[in-house]
């Protein structure tokens, strides 16, 4: 995983310092990648005995009254 976490780092390298980005790690044990801007969000649900290159993505957008986006961003929010 560490080898892993590493190469997503060096790959996302260039956006760093960029005005609005942020990259935060943490040692939690987590069992989806989220990956989210102000309205959208992808969420990767792993799956037990696969990469998860190899599980589906939720695409999610922020609506008015809508509860899913928000579970998934107070759920990233409770990890920091």
Not at 3 to 11: D, T
Not at 25 to 50: C, F, M, P, W
Request: with cysteine; glycine share 12%.
């Amino acid at each position: 995983m560490a080898s892993k976490i590493r190469n997503a780092l060096l790959n996302y390298s260039p956006l760093f310092g960029l005005p609005g980005v942020e990259f935060r790690l943490h040692g939690t044990t987590l069992y989806n990648s989220i990956y989210r801007t102000d309205s959208e969000l992808l969420a990767n649900g792993h799956v037990y005995g696969g990469g998860a290159y190899l599980a589906p993505v939720l695409y999610l957008q922020h609506v008015p009254g809508g509860e899913l986006f928000d579970t998934y961003t107070e759920c990233v929010e409770r990890v920091w």
